[in-house]
């Protein structure tokens, strides 16, 4: 088990969240925050903690958020050092986020690094421009489309 808090600037959090729920359907234990312009720094680690505190539970958490230099991961990273079972990972699309939901993590923090390091992985090589691929591969994808 673990818990995810999704952190994005606008609503982006919500509607992937929601994406994910279609895909996977009922996702426990997942909660989409989203900042403005208006919130300070402290509102926002107030809005993680408090996410954080509404799980109820000892499982670790897993915080995602959109723009790794963003003003969500700045403050994500001050919420990282203050708890031991808090992970944050940056860049946030949904084949990240369903492989995040579908994940088991354990009590012990160096496994649960080396998965979410195998899942960062994942969704970087995920990443493609469809234009690079040449003509006769494309027979290959037809199925995958």
Excluded at 2 to 22: C, E, P, V
Excluded at 95 to 114: A, F, H, S
Excluded at 135 to 140: L, R
Aim: with cysteine; glycine share 6%; proline share 1%.
């Amino acid at each position: 088990m673990k818990n995810i808090i999704i952190l994005t600037h606008g609503d982006f959090s919500k509607g992937i969240a929601q994406s994910s729920r279609y895909i996977l359907g009922t996702v426990d234990n997942m909660t989409a925050l989203s900042i403005t312009l208006n919130e300070t720094i402290q509102e926002i680690q107030n809005m993680i903690e408090s996410a954080w505190k509404d799980f109820n539970n000892e499982e670790p958490t897993i915080i995602v958020t959109d723009l790794p230099g963003g003003s969500t991961t700045r403050t994500a990273i001050q919420c990282v050092a203050e708890h031991k079972d808090f992970y944050l990972i940056s860049g946030l699309n949904l084949g990240l986020l369903l492989e995040l939901i579908m994940l088991d993590l354990t009590k012990d923090d160096q496994t649960n690094l080396e998965l979410l390091r195998s899942i960062v992985e994942n969704a970087r090589e995920s990443i493609t421009l469809v234009n690079d691929i040449r003509v006769d591969e494309t027979d290959d994808l037809e199925g995958e489309l």
